[in-house]
């Protein structure tokens, strides 16, 4: 982001799993260290995305679904090591067919904590995605409140 926006916003918003798409982690923490950079003082980030302890306490290897006439499915795969959730996705409808593969960065609350702080940002608070309950070990999705120090 450009140099003239350090310290310009109020709130920074990260919505739907728009993180950790980078090849290697460090690049996870630059965009966490832009987030901080381009807030004022007492700012406040909202961050969502996956909670790695949800995903993985009901990790599916593959599935299958239909949307009208279309039928999709999935395979995945999670290295424990790098955090990283492979999806294999395929879908076909009538003689039309197509593939695609995403990699994800999963992180836990604790893990994004320790980022954010790093960057001088403090969370203040941790919820089950959008819904109007406090992060638990099973929730797929958490939404982090963190304010700039």
């Known amino acids: 982001m450009p140099a003239r926006w350090t310290g310009r916003f109020d709130a920074v918003l ?5 993180f950790g798409f980078f090849a290697h982690p460090t ?7 832009e987030f901080a950079r381009v807030l004022k003082p007492d700012g406040v980030l909202v961050w969502h995305g996956g909670s790695r302890d ?14 009208g ?9 999670f290295d424990p090591l790098s955090g990283v959730l492979t999806v294999h996705s395929t879908w076909r409808r009538g003689t ?3 593939n695609r593969e995403h990699r994800l960065r999963l992180y ?31 929730a797929s999705e ?4 963190a304010r700039k120090e």
């Open 14 to 18: 990260n919505l739907f799993t728009s």
């Open 27 to 33: 690049e996870d923490v630059h965009v966490v260290r």
């Open 54 to 67: 949800g995903v993985m306490a009901r990790f599916l290897e593959r599935d299958w679904w239909t949307s």
């Open 69 to 77: 006439k279309t039928l999709f499915a999935q395979e995945r795969e």
């Open 96 to 98: 039309k067919s197509g």
């Open 108 to 138: 836990n609350a604790t893990r994004l904590s320790e980022l954010f702080a790093d960057a001088g940002l403090v969370v203040e608070q941790a919820w089950d995605g959008f819904d109007d309950r406090p992060l638990g070990r099973t």
């Open 142 to 145: 958490m939404l982090l409140v």
